[in-house]
């Protein structure tokens, strides 16, 4: 069984739709800048708040939640400084 779609309203993703996971907060990943669909180096990160109406049609955009900037891309088959790193 799929889940239902959501739609976001407002803020980055204004018009996107994404399956309905039950959530009270929906986090949607930001960037100030993108290259080959992720963060650019460099660039602000974050993610889009919104939450769902009460029928779940609908998640309204609440503000944006700026982590900080994006120092490196991490290929997930690499290792920095020897540690290894598992997704």
């Given at each position: 069984?799929t889940?239902p779609?959501?739609?976001?309203?407002g803020?980055?993703w204004?018009g996107?739709?994404i399956?309905?996971?039950?959530?009270?907060?929906?986090?949607?990943?930001?960037?100030?800048?993108?290259e080959?669909g992720?963060?650019?180096?460099g660039?602000?990160?974050?993610?889009a708040?919104y939450?769902?109406?009460?029928d779940?049609?609908?998640a309204?955009?609440?503000?944006?939640?700026?982590?900080?900037?994006?120092?490196a891309?991490i290929p997930?088959?690499?290792?920095?400084?020897g540690?290894?790193w598992?997704?």
């Amino acid at each position: 069984m799929t889940a239902p779609l959501i739609t976001l309203t407002g803020g980055p993703w204004n018009g996107t739709r994404i399956p309905d996971l039950d959530k009270v907060v929906i986090r949607i990943g930001i960037a100030t800048a993108w290259e080959n669909g992720r963060p650019k180096v460099g660039a602000l990160v974050g993610n889009a708040i919104y939450e769902p109406g009460p029928d779940r049609a609908r998640a309204f955009f609440v503000g944006n939640e700026w982590d900080g900037v994006c120092a490196a891309i991490i290929p997930a088959d690499e290792s920095i400084e020897g540690e290894e790193w598992k997704l």
